[in-house]
């Protein structure tokens, strides 16, 4: 069976993809072991939350996961609608929404980390 790359998604854009799902998997595992397990009552209090976040390893480790998750979800997005075969124009500007969707979403993420860290 012959197998062909979609009008519009390159080998970086769909390698970036396969990567960052590895990381996507590894750090949920993490996030998950410690917010759920660790945590006594299966939950971080907010208190938790503010001296989890106060390390510096930590709170680099979860935004790395941001960045991660965004990047990774935003390509399947493209990548399914890649699916549906649109005219050039449309890739254009799906391109751009989804990349301003991508930089507020990690900016936001990154401010709210840092407004945590300062409590």
């Known amino acids: 069976m012959e197998r062909s790359i979609k009008r519009g998604e390159g080998a970086i854009l769909w390698s970036i993809k396969q990567i960052s799902g590895v990381f996507v998997f590894v750090l949920i595992i993490v996030h998950i072991i410690v917010n759920h397990l660790v945590a006594p009552t299966g939950l971080l209090s907010y208190d938790d939350v503010l001296a989890y976040l106060g390390n510096?390893?930590?709170?680099s480790m979860e935004t790395i996961f941001l960045v991660?998750?965004?990047?990774?979800?935003?390509?399947?997005?493209?990548?399914?609608?890649?699916?549906l075969n649109p005219g050039q124009t449309v890739v254009l500007w799906m391109d751009r929404i989804?990349?301003?969707?991508?930089?507020?979403?990690?900016?936001?993420?990154?401010w709210l980390t840092t407004v945590i860290m300062a409590r």
């Open 56 to 59: 510096p390893w930590i709170a």
């Open 68 to 83: 991660t998750v965004c990047g990774h979800s935003l390509l399947g997005v493209r990548s399914v609608v890649l699916d």
């Open 98 to 110: 989804l990349f301003i969707i991508g930089i507020g979403s990690v900016i936001y993420g990154v």
